[in-house]
């Protein structure tokens, strides 16, 4: 049975798969937003980032992958960009592709076994890119110096999601290991493994200053996972997530959404993201103009302005006005007392965290975190007051099928 479902070539996971939105290294830092808003609706990790493509059309390669978070943190991050956004959104690409290979992108080729693509991921490739054959005639495709090969110029990616959603259809295969937990397969990865490892447990404290999880936020994105946002008591009270980050859905959307990593704490940005793409409650607009004023973020502060007085519309009365800010601080509030429990179901948000327990299976971990189209699953210790244990993500998941056919 194992040897049938290696015999599958990456072509057969890729059916259906739309090409891919691609800009040129020379494309400036804000065209970003604009061809995701251009292109048509997309999941998953496709809905939130585009290929970074050198050479002519009719022999790309593929640089890497960038979205709106990378933007996002390239504004945080580059020196002088907080004061000078526009000249920032200016940058090419190329400047926000990650200096050491992290979240790489690699070729493989249709006719390539799972088996090849399961070592890839497993190697260090984020996202593999896969040549969409033409007229359905198989080509062997030359890789490109440096970078992702693609003759005929459509590709389309393929995720650590797509090989989770595969080994989960064969999962009967893998009956041995299937019903084991997450503990006893060792797939928790904790604090101390972060020192060590970029897939380790990356976590931030409410109180701190956003900007401080920048960084944190970087290695999120090489690692498709998110930072935990923890109490002083060790409880998970929210995350910071690049896919939520990337719902600042334009050019303006995200340099305001950088304003408010650059002036607020990490609870009044999870409240920020919550409303990220609508009418953030006026109490956080107004900090985060105070604090772009209070560091001299002239030119920041005017595009915030400009953003927030075309895209939210704020009551004029003051009791109404006072009533949403109410609203808003209680929705904080409820946050940071909320524990998400290990069985929690419930829709994708800040608010509640997808979550598990150590004690549940490799099945239902890969079933619920494919439901909610996550990447990791934070870890509760139900036995510690439901304290954060750890991290459990796609790729320690695949680790355990590559094992068994060993």
Same mark, same amino acid.
């Given at each position: 049975m194992?040897?049938?479902?290696l015999?599958?070539?990456?072509s057969?996971?890729?059916?259906?798969?739309p090409a891919? #939105?691609?800009?040129?290294?020379?494309?400036?830092a804000g065209?970003?937003?604009?061809?995701?808003?251009?292109?048509p609706p997309q999941?998953?990790?496709? *809905? $939130?980032?585009?290929a970074v493509v050198a050479g002519?059309p009719?022999?790309?390669?593929v640089?890497g #992958?960038?979205?709106l978070a990378?933007?996002?943190c390239f504004?945080?991050?580059?020196p002088?960009?907080?004061?000078?956004p526009?000249?920032?959104?200016s @940058?090419p690409?190329? /400047?926000?592709?990650?200096?050491d290979?992290a979240?790489e992108a690699r070729?493989?080729?249709?006719?390539a076994?799972?088996? %090849?693509a399961?070592?890839?991921?497993l190697?260090g490739?984020?996202?593999?890119?896969?040549?969409? #054959?033409? +007229?359905?005639r198989?080509?062997q495709l030359a890789g490109? +110096?440096?970078?992702v090969g693609?003759a005929g110029?459509?590709?389309?990616w393929?995720t650590?999601?797509?090989?989770v959603?595969?080994f989960?259809?064969?999962?009967s295969?893998?009956s041995?290991?299937a019903? #084991?937990?997450v503990?006893s397969l060792?797939?928790?990865r +904790?604090a101390?493994?972060?020192?060590?490892?970029a897939?380790?447990?990356?976590?931030?404290r409410?109180?701190?200053a956003?900007?401080s999880?920048?960084?944190?936020?970087?290695?999120?994105?090489?690692t498709?996972t998110?930072v935990?946002?923890? %109490?002083d %008591?060790?409880?998970l009270?929210?995350?910071? $997530?690049?896919?939520?980050?990337?719902?600042?859905?334009d050019?303006a959307?995200?340099?305001?959404?950088a304003? *408010?990593?650059a @002036?607020l704490?990490?609870?009044?940005?999870? /409240?920020?993201?919550d409303?990220c793409?609508? /009418?953030p409650p006026e109490?956080?607009v107004?900090?985060i103009k105070?604090?772009?004023k /209070?560091?001299?973020?002239?030119?920041?502060?005017e595009?915030v302005?400009n953003?927030?007085?075309?895209?939210?519309?704020?009551? &004029?009365s003051?009791?109404?006005a006072?009533?949403?800010?109410?609203?808003?601080?209680g929705?904080? *509030?409820?946050r940071l007392?909320?524990?998400? &429990?290990s069985?929690?179901y419930?829709?994708r948000?800040?608010e509640e965290?997808?979550?598990?327990?150590p004690?549940?299976?490799?099945?239902?971990?890969?079933m619920?975190?494919l439901?909610?189209?996550?990447?990791?699953l934070?870890?509760? %210790?139900?036995?510690d007051d439901?304290r954060?244990? +750890?991290?459990v @993500?796609?790729?320690?998941?695949?680790r355990v099928f590559?094992?068994?056919l060993?």
């Amino acid at each position: 049975m194992a040897v049938s479902l290696l015999a599958n070539e990456v072509s057969d996971l890729c059916i259906g798969k739309p090409a891919v #939105r691609s800009l040129p290294l020379s494309a400036a830092a804000g065209d970003l937003a604009a061809a995701l808003r251009r292109g048509p609706p997309q999941g998953g990790a496709a *809905a $939130s980032s585009v290929a970074v493509v050198a050479g002519p059309p009719s022999a790309r390669a593929v640089a890497g #992958r960038l979205g709106l978070a990378d933007v996002l943190c390239f504004l945080c991050a580059a020196p002088g960009a907080l004061a000078h956004p526009a000249a920032a959104l200016s @940058t090419p690409v190329s /400047s926000l592709l990650p200096k050491d290979g992290a979240g790489e992108a690699r070729r493989v080729d249709p006719r390539a076994s799972v088996l %090849d693509a399961l070592d890839a991921v497993l190697s260090g490739a984020q996202v593999l890119a896969v040549p969409l #054959r033409s +007229g359905g005639r198989k080509k062997q495709l030359a890789g490109g +110096g440096g970078g992702v090969g693609v003759a005929g110029g459509d590709f389309c990616w393929l995720t650590q999601e797509d090989l989770v959603r595969y080994f989960l259809n064969s999962i009967s295969i893998f009956s041995h290991v299937a019903g #084991r937990s997450v503990s006893s397969l060792g797939l928790i990865r +904790g604090a101390a493994d972060a020192d060590a490892d970029a897939c380790g447990l990356l976590t931030v404290r409410p109180h701190e200053a956003a900007m401080s999880a920048v960084p944190l936020l970087r290695r999120a994105i090489a690692t498709e996972t998110a930072v935990a946002v923890v %109490d002083d %008591d060790g409880h998970l009270v929210g995350e910071l $997530s690049p896919a939520l980050l990337a719902s600042c859905h334009d050019e303006a959307a995200a340099a305001t959404a950088a304003a *408010a990593v650059a @002036t607020l704490s990490v609870a009044d940005l999870m /409240s920020y993201i919550d409303y990220c793409g609508g /009418s953030p409650p006026e109490h956080i607009v107004r900090a985060i103009k105070a604090g772009l004023k /209070s560091k001299g973020l002239d030119a920041m502060l005017e595009l915030v302005e400009n953003e927030t007085a075309s895209s939210f519309s704020f009551s &004029s009365s003051s009791s109404s006005a006072s009533s949403s800010d109410d609203e808003a601080h209680g929705r904080a *509030a409820q946050r940071l007392r909320r524990r998400p &429990s290990s069985g929690s179901y419930g829709r994708r948000s800040t608010e509640e965290p997808v979550v598990c327990s150590p004690a549940s299976s490799l099945v239902a971990v890969m079933m619920q975190a494919l439901a909610h189209r996550a990447s990791y699953l934070w870890v509760l %210790d139900e036995d510690d007051d439901c304290r954060l244990a +750890g991290i459990v @993500t796609f790729a320690d998941v695949l680790r355990v099928f590559r094992e068994q056919l060993q």
